[in-house]
């Protein structure tokens, strides 16, 4: 990669309120690294971040570049540069079947039956879930979703692949699986979570609250910083302050 | 979701899905023109003989479909037994058990995918007009995704209303049922546009 | 457009789920089933153009062999059985329901709806729907409509449930209420 490349993910200025209420102010990034942490608490605004960097809401103010693709308004560009794994899979699964859930994205790039047929055959055998082709997902456990909907994301191969707590709520093992499984995923991986431990090996973690950046920078240090101000504010007794 | 299609195998499940349904419609037509006692008595012979061609585990599954018709059978046959009509009653009870009979027939064997494959075969007259019928065919896998999904959160909702409630969930319960159908609506219009939109 | 798509064939998933509910029996031993009240809502929340694509992708699915209607009933039997003309009016009813609630903006939404839903799920349902079953059993209109009266009381009541299950829906999520939008 030359120097003088663009950052890989790009956000300047984003702002975004929703019914008089700022979820989202200042928001400015810049960042190359290949695992990126976004750590906050409930409500800190970053499920809206993960969205607005998916493009599939747009920012009131600023702009959202990935890969040089502004990926509100350029859709088409940007599901070749950005996919999502949202918290509930249950969310995210449009089709009945695995094979159909998969091969619904490669259509929407641009190919034919036999090639998208071809590429869903390839995802499943590269994580051996070849006989999941035909079952139908409402018989899946939820752990066995999300890994559907993480086939479904990387068989588009998108540079980045926004996570928005995929993990919470799977037990123990499930969630040590899919860790693994993400740990292996080539792109680069923008992952929110409000759970430190997750994000302890990744390169670079930004902190949120009040949707502002409270602190960037390596992992270890911010996530050490957060850690701290949680407990202490486990505390208190801040659960009766009302949002707004 | 579980489809109606027999699991049963036949030979009637490779014939084209089109021409099943076009000689159903014939059928229906001639049905409801014919007024002979004989030709319905023979037709419906001609069926029962056609479930039973298969086995008797197709047959058995085909008559529990026509059960559903009994109270309209009592009806006809009381109507008819009071107006001293027997032979008409008879030719009407006779005509629908056919009619719904050689129906469900065409249903139990084609498969969903030919059929959905006809309605696409259907649509292309919409599609050379320049419409889009991508649209259809999504919704169609939406409603076979989502049926089941929703079926389980209703569930899921009586369970939670008793575990606080002595009663029966009733009528309440529908608004939060239909808040999930409207929030699912905003998280699959989120998922589509995710992968690029319709 | 993808809002459209989903919320439509959402409310298709919402009649076949609406059926899945236990048959509740009126004090008069008459069953009724939830699976007309999504018809209803169909029209009074989504108006009358999606209303009516929701119940038609419905019974599309029902015509194809999906087990959607009350009860676990579906296939191309129940179009040629004497309740067809209650399917074929159940797109006609929503469309009424649907303009009705469009159109009439004067009276609260709940009354309006309630209303609306009675137009359109029972008396063009049933108009359809008599029509129906006068010409699969063979007999006539009167004849016919004396069948089905015993159930317009458990119609009634579903018409009442869905003027106030809109209101409520309107309160609740009143962007999604398409037919007063």
Request: with cysteine; net charge positive; aromatic share 6%.
């Amino acid at each position: 990669m030359s120097l003088d490349a663009p950052p890989l993910l790009e956000l300047s200025d984003v702002a975004l309120a929703v019914d008089g209420r700022a979820l989202l102010q200042g928001i400015d990034l810049s960042a190359c690294e290949r695992r990126i942490g976004i750590v906050g608490r409930n409500g800190s605004g970053k499920t809206t971040l993960a969205r607005v960097m998916a493009g599939l809401v747009a920012p009131d103010r600023g702009r959202v570049r990935i890969g040089g693709v502004d990926v509100t308004r350029d859709r088409k560009a940007a599901i070749r540069q950005v996919g999502i794994l949202f918290q509930n899979p249950d969310h995210q699964i449009i089709f009945p079947t695995v094979e159909e859930e998969i091969a619904f994205g490669l259509g929407q790039l641009g190919q034919d039956k036999q090639t998208a047929a071809a590429g869903v055959v390839a995802m499943l055998e590269r994580f051996n879930k070849s006989h999941w082709a035909k079952i139908a997902v409402h018989t899946l456990s939820q752990g066995q979703k999300q890994l559907v909907c993480l086939m479904a994301v990387l068989a588009m191969q998108p540079g980045v692949i926004i996570l928005d707590e995929p993990l919470s709520g799977l037990d123990i093992p499930t969630r040590m699986q899919l860790a693994r499984y993400l740990e292996g995923v080539e792109a680069t991986l923008v992952h929110v979570s409000h759970d430190p431990s997750t994000l302890s090996s990744y390169d670079r973690v930004i902190w949120l609250s009040d949707g502002r950046i409270v602190q960037d920078g390596a992992a270890g240090e911010v996530l050490r910083a957060f850690t701290a101000e949680m407990t202490s504010l486990g505390g208190a007794d801040d659960i009766s302050d009302l949002a707004g | 979701m579980i489809s109606l299609t027999s699991p049963v195998e036949t030979r009637a499940h490779h014939w084209p899905a089109g021409a099943k349904l076009a000689a159903l419609c014939v059928a229906t037509m001639v049905l409801f023109a014919a007024q002979s006692l004989i030709f319905h008595l023979a037709v419906f012979a001609a069926l029962l003989a056609l479930y039973a061609a298969p086995g008797a585990v197709f047959l058995r599954a085909g008559l529990r479909r026509l059960r559903v018709l009994w109270p309209f059978l009592a009806i006809i046959f009381l109507w008819h037994l009071i107006t001293q009509t027997p032979e008409q009653g008879a030719v009407i009870a006779l005509r629908l058990l056919t009619a719904v009979g050689l129906a469900n027939l065409v249903t139990m064997t084609t498969r969903l995918s030919d059929m959905i494959a006809v309605i696409r075969w259907l649509a292309t007259p919409l599609r050379r007009l320049g419409l889009s019928t991508a649209a259809l065919e999504l919704s169609i896998a939406l409603v076979i995704r989502f049926t089941p999904a929703l079926a389980a959160k209703g569930g899921q909702l009586a369970q939670s209303w008793r575990a606080r409630s002595r009663r029966r969930p009733g009528w309440r319960i529908i608004l939060p049922f239909a808040l999930l159908a409207l929030d699912d609506a905003d998280h699959v219009a989120e998922a589509l546009k995710a992968r690029g939109g319709i | 457009m993808e809002r459209n798509v989903a919320l439509i064939a959402l409310f298709a998933a919402l009649i076949a789920a609406l059926g899945l509910i236990p048959k509740v029996t009126l004090g008069f031993g008459v069953p009724i089933t939830a699976q007309s009240l999504g018809v209803m809502l169909c029209g009074t929340v989504l108006g009358a153009r999606r209303g009516t694509l929701a119940v038609l992708l419905f019974l599309l699915l029902v015509a194809i062999g999906l087990p959607l209607l009350a009860g676990g009933r579906g296939g191309l039997g129940v179009f040629t059985s004497p309740t067809v003309g209650f399917l074929v009016g159940f797109p006609l009813a929503a469309f009424v329901t649907g303009l009705i609630t469009e159109r009439w903006r004067a009276a609260p939404l709940t009354l309006v709806a309630g209303i609306a839903a009675a137009v359109g799920g029972i008396v063009v349902l049933y108009g359809v729907g008599i029509a129906g079953l006068a010409l699969v059993l063979g007999k006539s209109l009167p004849e016919a409509a004396l069948l089905v009266a015993v159930f317009i009381p458990g119609d009634m009541l579903k018409a009442a449930v869905a003027g106030m299950l809109t209101s409520a829906l309107a309160r609740a999520r009143p962007a999604a209420v398409l037919s007063r939008s």
